[in-house]
């Protein structure tokens, strides 16, 4: 049967008397200290990553916008007649969002051409603004031909 000796504190100990013993660990403050370390770094990436997801989702709109313009800007040029001066506002639809699309046509010095601005709109806020001048080629070249 083995023998149990009761613990004797250090300081009682032969050759330990004066020493500090030091147990394992961290200590409270340290502990404290570590996390709020680990929350200011877990913090600044929450904000990194919602910044870059703003950024994202601005782009993809800039995009959608400019199909929009884009768009109906060639459906002008390729119409076989030139359009009516004045503003008309349509809705365009670009991968599930609806931007309202106001084409504004405007006369310019030449009488053979005009110049139409196609904005897109998410409500009342412009996101994306394209111009362009279009005209009859035929009546511009050969005026008296016609």
Do not use: W
Request: charged share 20%; hydrophobic share 45%.
């Amino acid at each position: 049967m083995p023998v149990h000796r009761p613990r004797v504190p250090s300081a009682l100990r032969p050759g330990c008397a004066g020493k500090k013993v030091r147990r394992a660990g961290f200590t409270l403050v340290e502990v404290l200290v570590a996390l709020s370390i680990v929350s200011l770094a877990l913090a600044a990436g929450m904000r990194a990553s919602a910044s870059l997801t703003r950024n994202a989702e601005r782009q993809t709109e800039q995009l959608l916008a400019q199909l929009c313009a884009e768009n109906a800007l060639i459906t002008v040029r390729l119409a076989k007649q030139m359009p009516a001066v004045g503003d008309n506002v349509t809705v365009c639809e670009q991968a599930g969002r609806r931007y309202n699309l106001r084409l504004a046509v405007r006369p310019t010095p030449n009488a053979n051409f005009l110049r139409v601005e196609a904005q897109v709109l998410d409500g009342e806020m412009q996101i994306h603004s394209l111009a362009t001048v279009v005209g009859s080629m035929l009546t511009a070249v050969l005026p008296g031909m016609l």
